[in-house]
């Protein structure tokens, strides 16, 4: 085998996988943020591909089929009755070593690690995955037929649970050909795939040779209960979706939604910081470092003049590193906030804005789709947030208090995205304004925001969610508009953009519209404020019941099936299957090494 001719890698991008220390250096002085630190036992592979682009028309989500669901389980149940006939073979794995090349030292070729499957000649159409780059998560992929792989994802660390977030690679592609990708560790028990909602695809060819950056592809797609048990009760879920690829020995990236790495956030600042015009606008500053030793930037916004009579407003976003939307719409609020126009520098000349960008940075370089290091949901930490443990948390409540301190905070926004329903919303909190003041940004924005729903609010304060940033923070230090601001994985229900999946072009419109909203929420005339008011005199939505439960599916609820047992002991990864039925493919998982154990110390 020559390691070192094309084609022996058969489309697979050799890239990833070189990284002698010259090509490493090369790559450092290119750019010198691309190496984080995992916090785990696991190899970095870089350079994923951000490219998207910005004029790419609105993507319609599929109209759901009829007998989707029947015909997806007749599958499920012909791969059980002839489980003896399926190849069942393991094609990738992110920990355990390859039985495929074994015997190879990718050093002597100048490589870090060599792909777990190697194709052996060119009629071989296995397909080559990978997901160790940063926000990878795919654990294992099995060969069931030809074109057919089942995958498993990887939990977040230290739990046994939160699979939703899927992003991985797969190269030596067929074009035209229909291939089947069943990811069978799912665990909500409901699904935007259900209602038209479509994988994103990235295609190494179509970006250079059209490009065309991530789009969203995929038919067939359905999301169901399989008759896999876990461990402590319940079943898994599958995502099922066929594909066909446009081009031969391409290298295709899959993912549920539009990734948003750390390193993007840091060329993101850098690039911030080094503008000219910007420098006087903005400051970037430590907030504190993670648990694997990552920096947590802050920002801070505003024209630095007269500082104490300016009003504070804290917004935060990607504790749930699997929600990368929020990303992209930090991203446009920190742009508009420091642009240009009549707007921004009216909200500069008026507040001074601290942004956390990102809370849960670890999460995002591992790929989790919840979890922090520690293996907690970090928006249920707030009361109590603890400085080793929540790091990120800890130290931004310490800025909110002092923000508190120096002058009137009068709004904090945490920003998310929503896994089950669809459109723009926002959760605040009832109860301490009897003119229910509280309601009124988020109708501002709903006028502000063509994808914006009121209706779809809540200002529910439910128990299981006292930890949260929102409810928290509004009790400890009375902030009346304290909200979480939730944007659908899939598109709108209502409005122009109905039946179109969310792109950037959206995501900027929730941005500015936000950022239109302060204005419109404290210009001193108070004009649209009143108006707000008066509609919530007149619909009676003051003396309305503050909890519609209809709406109370908030940020958590997408685990109220989930075993709180399974929650309070948190275990290595083990996907338990029915081995009779579903074949070896999931059994043997070996424990995912976790952090070294210098790194275990204070957890
Ligand atoms: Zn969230």
């Given at each position: 085998m020559d390691l070192n001719s094309d084609e022996f890698f058969?489309?697979?991008?050799k890239s990833l996988y070189f990284k002698t220390e010259e090509q490493k250096n090369e790559m450092k002085k290119m750019d010198p943020e691309y190496i984080t630190k995992t916090g785990t036992d696991f190899v970095l592979l870089p350079n994923s591909p951000e490219f998207?682009?910005?004029?790419e028309p609105f993507e319609p989500m599929y109209i759901p089929k009829q007998t989707i669901l029947e015909e997806s389980l007749r599958r499920e149940i012909e791969r059980i009755c002839f489980a003896d006939t399926l190849?069942?073979?393991?094609?990738?794995?992110?920990?355990d070593p390859s039985p495929?090349?074994?015997?190879?030292?990718p050093n002597v070729y100048g490589l870090e690690v060599l792909p777990y499957y190697i194709p052996?000649?060119?009629?071989?159409?296995t397909l080559v995955f990978e997901?160790?780059?940063?926000?990878g998560n795919l654990r294992r992929a099995i060969?069931?037929?030809?074109?057919e792989y089942n995958l498993i994802l990887k939990p977040d660390y230290y739990t046994t649970?939160?699979?939703q977030w899927f992003y991985f690679s797969l190269s030596n592609t067929r074009k035209d050909v229909e291939y089947r990708f069943n990811i069978i560790?799912?665990?909500?028990?409901?699904?935007l795939y259900n209602s038209g909602m479509k994988p994103l695809m990235y295609s190494e060819q179509g970006a250079k040779?059209?490009?065309?950056?991530w789009f969203r592809d995929g038919h067939e797609i359905c999301y169901y209960q399989n008759n896999m048990k876990r461990k402590n009760g319940g079943y898994y879920y599958t995502l099922t979706f066929a594909v066909k690829f446009q081009y031969d020995f391409d290298c295709i990236y899959i993912a549920h939604c539009y990734p948003y790495t750390y390193t993007h956030l840091c060329r993101y600042l850098k690039q911030l910081e080094s503008d000219p015009a910007k420098k006087n606008r903005v400051k970037r500053k430590q907030l504190c470092q993670t648990i694997a030793g990552n920096t947590c930037d802050f920002l801070i916004i505003g024209?630095?003049?007269?500082?104490?009579?300016k009003k504070g407003i804290v917004i935060t976003s990607?504790?749930?590193?699997?929600?990368?939307?929020a990303s992209y719409v930090m991203e446009y609020m920190i742009d508009f906030l420091t642009g240009n126009t009549h707007e921004a520098r009216i909200l500069r000349e008026n507040f001074i804005f601290k942004i956390v960008?990102?809370?849960n940075i670890d999460g995002v370089v591992n790929g989790n789709?919840?979890?922090?290091l520690a293996g907690v949901?970090?928006?249920?930490?707030?009361i109590d947030p603890n400085k080793k443990q929540h790091p990120t948390i800890y130290h931004t409540k310490q800025l909110v208090k002092k923000t508190k301190e120096e002058r009137d905070l009068v709004l904090f926004c945490d920003i998310h995205g929503h896994s089950r329903k669809k459109n723009i919303f926002m959760y605040g909190c009832s109860g301490k304004d009897p003119n229910r003041k509280e309601l009124v940004f988020p109708m501002l924005n709903r006028n502000n925001c063509?994808?914006?729903?009121?209706?779809?609010?809540c200002f529910l304060l439910q128990k299981d969610r006292e930890g949260s940033a929102r409810i928290a923070l509004w009790r400890e230090f009375?902030?009346?508009?304290c909200y979480t601001l939730e944007m659908s994985f899939c598109g709108a229900?209502?409005?122009?953009?109905?039946?179109f999946h969310f792109n950037l072009d959206i995501y900027k419109e929730i941005a500015q519209s936000f950022c239109l909203s302060i204005i419109d929420c404290y210009e001193p005339e108070q004009i649209k404020v009143k108006q707000m008011m008066e509609e919530i005199e007149q619909n009676s939505l003051k003396n309305q019941?503050?909890?519609?439960k209809n709406n109370?599916?908030?940020?958590?609820?997408?685990?109220?099936?989930?075993?709180p047992k399974e929650q309070a002991m948190p275990q290595q990864i083990q996907v338990q299957s029915n081995d009779q039925q579903l074949?070896?493919?999931?059994?043997?998982?070996?424990?995912i090494p976790l952090l070294p154990p210098k790194k275990k110390k204070g957890l």
């Open positions: 058969y489309g697979i991008n998207i682009n910005h004029n190849l069942n073979k393991v094609v990738f794995d992110c920990a495929f090349n074994k015997d190879t030292d052996q000649t060119k009629e071989d159409t997901s160790r780059f940063e926000s060969q069931i037929c030809d074109y649970m939160n699979t560790n799912m665990m909500k028990p409901d699904s040779h059209k490009k065309i950056g024209d630095f003049n007269n500082g104490k009579e990607r504790v749930h590193p699997g929600e990368t939307m960008p990102m809370l789709y919840r979890c922090n949901d970090l928006n249920r930490q707030w063509s994808v914006f729903s009121f209706k779809d609010c009375s902030i009346i508009n229900d209502f409005g122009k953009y109905e039946y019941q503050k909890d519609d109370s599916g908030d940020e958590g609820s997408d685990y109220s099936n989930d075993d074949g070896s493919q999931t059994k043997k998982l070996k424990k």
